[in-house]
């Protein structure tokens, strides 16, 4: 399943199948981008972040790539959980520590 | 570390009153950020703290808001007087100065009424 910016606040996945989150940024100063999860009830849990000077970075079953061409920013989640069902924020970093986040891609994993 | 720790879990008040929410960072960290939760707005960045000294405060709405870190491991937010608008989630993150990584507590579900 594909989400496309932040206009499509809802993604619905299958079990299993991999997951592509999407967000577009503003700030060309960030040097750095993070995606966070919230689940419900809690607070936002860092996920993997990537560097400005960077365009891929992996961590375990995520890969977040960054072209900063277009001002994009993407989370693929690989293989699906249960457990990855939550909201997902994208943060830009800029000035060494504000956190501006996105709206948030709703993440629901079909059984 | 038990994490951040907010409290109250959950505050109901009435318009008017004085709503104080409070968190204790994870130890070490030396900056704290305090957020602000809706549905409408999304997360916003209230207030941020480095070694207890306020930054940057220019998310705070209004007067009525105030924060304060006294020392490294407590701080609070101040609503006096609370309003229906302020209805939201309120957290806490903190960070230490070698990761880029902050961490959030569960946070404080205001309710104005």
């Known amino acids: 399943g594909e989400s496309v910016g932040l206009h499509l606040p809802t993604l619905s996945v299958q079990e299993g199948d991999n997951s592509i989150i999407n967000c577009a940024y503003s700030n060309s100063a960030s040097d750095y981008f993070i995606w966070y999860k919230q689940e419900s009830g809690k607070g936002p849990q860092f996920i993997i972040d990537?560097?400005?000077?960077?365009d891929k970075r992996q961590g375990q079953r995520v890969t977040v790539l960054l072209n900063k061409t277009v001002k994009h920013l993407s989370l693929q989640i690989a293989a699906t959980q249960p457990g990855d069902s939550a909201v997902y924020f994208c943060?830009?970093?800029?000035?060494?520590?504000?956190?501006?986040f996105g709206a948030g891609t709703t993440v629901t994993v079909r059984a | 570390d038990a994490g951040v720790i907010q409290s109250p879990r959950h505050e109901v008040t009435e318009m008017g009153q004085e709503v104080t929410l409070r968190c204790k960072p994870i130890s070490g960290h030396n900056s704290l950020f305090w957020y602000r939760q809706t549905m409408m707005r999304g997360l916003e960045l209230l207030i941020y703290f480095n070694n207890n000294v306020p930054i940057d405060d220019s998310g705070m709405p209004e007067d009525r808001f105030s924060a304060k870190m006294p020392n490294a491991s407590f701080s609070t937010l101040k609503i006096q007087p609370s309003e229906p608008r302020d209805s939201a989630v309120y957290f806490c993150?903190?960070?230490?100065?070698?990761?880029?990584?902050?961490?959030f507590g569960q946070g404080t579900r205001l309710t104005v009424v």
């Open positions: 990537i560097r400005s000077n960077m």
């Open positions: 943060a830009e970093n800029f000035n060494d520590y504000k956190l501006s």
């Open positions: 993150a903190s960070r230490s100065r070698q990761t880029t990584e902050a961490f």
